[in-house]
């Protein structure tokens, strides 16, 4: 409705009269008042001077969608007032095209008269179309961008604007294509409605849409065309280019673009003291691309990083995003003395101003007093090794793993396939029979040195110990027992990282003890590695496995005795052993892949994590020996882990044991570039 009394408003209006702006210009009129896109419309101005062989106009700098059609024509205008009296005075024409629909700035005139210089403001333009009958005035709009550098990683404001509109209209849909060669996010609440005062007519710039986009590559890229919907039209909003550089080498490391601060904080305390936990805060603050720079970690050598919470609060504005980012570090304090935090220097790039500015390299200095023990160090628990008797009652296979074992899964289905054509009843009870054969044998092994291991234990010689444990081992390599034994030797001998592999390794061996997993946990809780990477689940996959081997046979039963006399019953049963078998072949199915994660220990004092896959590159995180690991891959000499926070990076082969597993680690080979 409002469409249609718009477009009746511009078709009766036939000329359009602006008043004077200047002294001696007597009035300017525009006909016709809408022009018809691609037609001529005319302009004339009536100048307060006789005689037209002193008046002139400078000539005139015309937008591209309006072109000179004639003049300027200067000639005398003689009127006569209603009391006779005859006035004379010089009349200017113009005739011009509309060469595109819209509302158009046609710039003012400047006139001279005699000796005086007049200038008129600019004119208001209007060109329309016509749309199902109706005159009417498209659309238009366009991107406004801010006009500076632009890089990878950067967050540049694009605001979709609806150009000089009479009124203010109420946007009912964008559409946006995305754009090639970035990420293009949609936001609220950026840009507001402008209003001007254009040849007596008051125009409003309207905010149709804001977005964030953030580029990621070099070149040329275009935004691409959008289109807007409102009071019942469709604007088209032309494609605009950027030009986007690389990052100066100065900020490759933070990507940083913006005018960004960092500062660094710790929760303030009157003591710190060894063993206990302290929290320390990164922020980056200001306006920039804060949702794309990295924040540099902090080094502290005198304590083990626990967790890293991210936090961020920041809100779109004309020159990025305002607000900060943050990144709160959890540290366990280990060692007493006066210990350093150090924050590395964080440069950025001020487009804006077009300068760098470097936050230089912050130090705190922090005096962490002893524990509250005595004698500074961590009270030890004593254990007491599993005897010759439990080893020799721990010896056992695993059958999920052996192939002959899968051949317990063929008896009844083949049964089955057999009595379906036979369907003989005799060999029912022959069949079950069958079923439930299964013999086995074990050779007798001598477990005597696990007997003097555990003497030498609890005599103290820790070491001699280890040697009668390592005896056994070798004899019986997969014994959960000796490896549990071991591990208390080398936990007593104060190498906790062969003592956390080697129970794990008895955990995978018999994951269903508990004995050995509170042993695991109370020796990593003693040497304040709460939070690990968790060994193999508490279930065997031999349960489920057993359980398919029951479960298909016995179902399998179920279905030969159904082929005597089918009932609802029998079907409900055979359905039920079914969706057993289904679940025991899921559980096996887990368990296994849970065994074949490859996890590591690492196994030294003072290894360090390093960001790139180099021997000469810069320690990123001390790694506290112990420590378990997700190994993702291996690069030449190192493997690329990841804590149970979920940080990365690359450590030596040296630096870790490898866990009891079944996977294999994924080989990246020489990855270019220091693997980055």
Known sequence: MR???????FVCISVFTMP?????????????GVVVEGERFTVKILVDEPDPALVSVEDLSLPPEISLYSGPSIRGNTEFGDDGNRRDRTRITYSFRARRAGRHVLPGFTIHSGDEILQTGDLLIRVGVYQNGQLVIPLSGEWVIPEREYFIGDAIPLLLTLLKQEEILLIDRVRVNAPKGGALEELSGLGEIKERELGGALLYDIPAGSYLFTPTRTGRVEIPLALIDAAGLTGRVPARSITVIPLPEQVEET???GD???TLSLEKRELY?????????IRISGTGNLHYLQIPEPTFRGATLLDTE??????????GLRGYRENRYRFLLETPGSQTIIAPPFPAYDPIR????TELQQVISLPVEKSLSETGEIPSVHFHPLSAEEAASFHSSAAWGNGWYYLLLIPGPLLFFIFLLLKKKKLFLFASIILLLAAGSQDELDYSSTSRGCALYEEEEYDKARAQFQEGLNQDPENPALHYNLALCYYKLDDPGKGIHHLRTALYYAPMEKKIRMTLETIQSELGLDQQVPPVLPVHPDIFFFLLIFFINLAALFAIWGLFRLGSIKIIIIIMFGLFTIGAAIGLLYTIGNRSRVNGVVGIEASEMKRIPRQDAAFWLDLPEGLTLRVLGSSGDFYLVVTSYGLKGWVDRDQIIL???IGKVREFGNLPDGGR
Not at 20 to 32: K, L, M
């Open 255 to 257: 990507g940083a673009i």
């Open 659 to 661: 866990d009891k597993t």
């Open 20 to 32: 004077a702006q200047d002294e001696g210009i007597e009035s300017i009129n525009i006909h016709p």
């Open 310 to 319: 991210e936090v961020q609060q920041y809100f779109p504005d004309l020159l």
């Open 273 to 281: 003291r060894q063993g206990e936990e302290l929290l320390i805060t």
């Open 3 to 9: 469409k249609r009394l718009l477009a009746t408003l």
């Open 260 to 262: 960004l601060t960092r």
């Open 354 to 357: 077009q300068e760098f500015h």
